[in-house]
């Protein structure tokens, strides 16, 4: 029997009911990180936004507290970028990534060459001494790496030990309200545990099925960074039904994982800054056109808050502070209706009741699409 086909609409609806952007979740916290394999984190702040967004009685403390305590860590893992994760997945997901790692060593145009001679293994043994009992930040472990490799430029011999090494950044750093360098410890010095011998790339690709799913095996790879995961797709057999979308790509989706009806109505919703909903799949036009990505996702890497409407992205925001005043700024990408216009305004003004609490005013502006 050939599979059946989801179209554009009903591939959405289901991407939103994952990522609980259809209606806000009420688990918590540790729940919703866990459920969505991480959140994008190389900025500071972003999580809070991409919880807000999603859970219905988010505040800031509670994420804040699993920081301190050590039970959400910022570590290096999916596409070498900084996410947030639990305790327990960062044991599973930094050994399981470290292929990529592995990689950009190779190929990193900035130190490939610097690094090409040195024998990594002892690297990786002499930065873990040096970290041992001593937290620090990249730039201070670069110097003391060149003093047991001279001749290889610190910045390098920091780059290769982050690679190397699963490298937590240590609080205040993303703790809500405070700033601080990215100071770092081993994630077996700060957790108190070894990471996973063996961890199960089976059960993540499944789990990311699960989170961002129906989605294609491309999908997954750009995702996590790993390739050849039409294998593990292969292994899982029995454990994903299998869809086609209206190019006759193949999907693949838990089968008991929520796909509403096409018509299920998306509200309006502000994503954070570097959601991962936006960075997770190889084609992103389910929820972001070619010609918005170009301007969302900017030459220097950032990537700012946008807005769905209609469950898909329809614009950026960004929050401006002026004397007392917390002004969110929304710049559409076309014409909104006067409903879309009145929901975003009501959303926006609990955006920054949320991220500006101690602001005196709040306002709201929309800018005008001709």
């Not at 499944?206 to 129906?214: Q, T």
């Amino acid at each position: 029997m050939a599979p059946d086909r989801l179209s554009a609409r009903q591939l959405n609806r289901a991407t939103l009911a994952r990522q609980s952007l259809l209606a806000r979740g009420g688990g918590t916290v540790l729940s919703t990180v866990e459920h969505l394999v991480g959140l994008q984190a190389q900025a500071p702040f972003p999580p809070y936004f991409g919880l807000w967004s999603r859970l219905s009685a988010f505040r800031p403390e509670d994420l804040a507290r699993l920081i301190l305590d050590r039970g959400v860590v910022r570590i290096a893992v999916m596409r070498g970028t900084v996410h947030l994760v639990s305790a327990a997945d960062c044991r599973i997901l930094r050994p399981l990534m470290q292929p990529t790692y592995e990689r950009l060593l190779r190929t990193n145009t900035l130190y490939g060459k610097a690094l090409r001679d040195l024998d990594f293994a002892e690297v990786a043994r002499v930065a873990r001494e040096l970290l041992d009992g001593r937290p620090m930040t990249t730039n201070e472990l670069g110097p003391l790496l060149a003093q047991r490799f001279p001749g290889t430029e610190p910045a390098a011999l920091a780059h290769a030990a982050r690679s190397l090494l699963p490298l937590v950044q240590l609080p205040p750093r993303g703790v809500w309200g405070r700033s601080g360098q990215p100071v770092c410890s081993t994630a077996e010095e700060w957790l108190g545990a070894p990471l996973e011998a063996r961890p199960s790339i089976e059960d993540v690709v499944l789990r990311y099925f699960a989170a961002f799913g129906p989605a294609t095996v491309a999908d997954a790879q750009a995702w996590s960074g790993l390739t050849r995961l039409g294998e593990v797709v292969e292994r899982l057999g029995p454990r994903l039904r299998e869809f086609t979308d209206e190019q006759g790509r193949r999907l693949y989706d838990p089968p008991d994982a929520p796909r509403p009806d096409p018509d299920t109505p998306a509200p309006v919703r502000y994503l954070a800054p570097f959601d991962n909903l936006l960075l997770s799949y190889a084609d992103r036009t389910r929820v972001l056109s070619d010609d918005d990505r170009r301007v969302v996702f900017t030459q220097n890497g950032i990537i700012r808050g946008t807005i769905l409407v209609g469950g898909l992205v329809r614009g950026q925001w960004d929050i401006a502070r002026r004397r007392g005043t917390a002004i969110l700024a929304v710049t559409p990408f076309r014409p909104l209706s006067k409903k879309d216009a009145s929901a975003l305004a009501a959303e926006g003004r609990r955006l920054l009741r949320f991220a500006e609490p101690g602001a005196q005013t709040h306002e709201v502006d929309i800018a005008a699409v001709s």
